[in-house]
């Protein structure tokens, strides 16, 4: 273990795993907005971190991802909701940038603690 492979990096860096993946399925479903019978697909955001967390010898994600009942269909059997997934995306990147944030910092204490407090 190196010492910026913390318990709280590895649980970041889950945490961002996540993230992205949802990203991809996000982008995904605006993508095929437009695709008859598409049918919108996400993954249960809770327990997939919750399963990334609890992994103490995690190979990566292999979630998997479902499709999402209760949307409204147009005629050509597509639920793909432009406001949903917006929203979404919105709220998935906003996780994201907050996920780098605490990332950096724990980066910066530990940069601190290497040059020993800036006591120097």
């Known amino acids: 273990m190196s010492m910026i492979d913390t318990g709280f990096t590895r649980t970041l860096a889950r945490f961002l795993d996540v ?56 005629p050509d059997g597509n639920n793909v909701s432009v406001d949903r997934e917006s929203l979404l995306l919105a709220e998935t990147q906003l996780r994201f940038q907050t996920g780098i944030q605490l990332l950096r910092a724990e980066f910066r204490r530990l940069a601190t603690a290497i040059n020993g407090g800036g006591s120097q």
């Open 19 to 74: 993230n992205a993946l949802r990203h991809q399925l996000i982008v995904s479903n605006l993508a095929n907005i437009d695709t008859p019978g598409y049918r919108t697909q996400d993954i249960d955001f809770s327990r997939e971190l919750e399963r990334a967390a609890g992994e103490i010898d995690y190979p990566g994600l292999q979630p998997v991802a479902r499709s999402v009942r209760g949307l409204m269909e147009r």
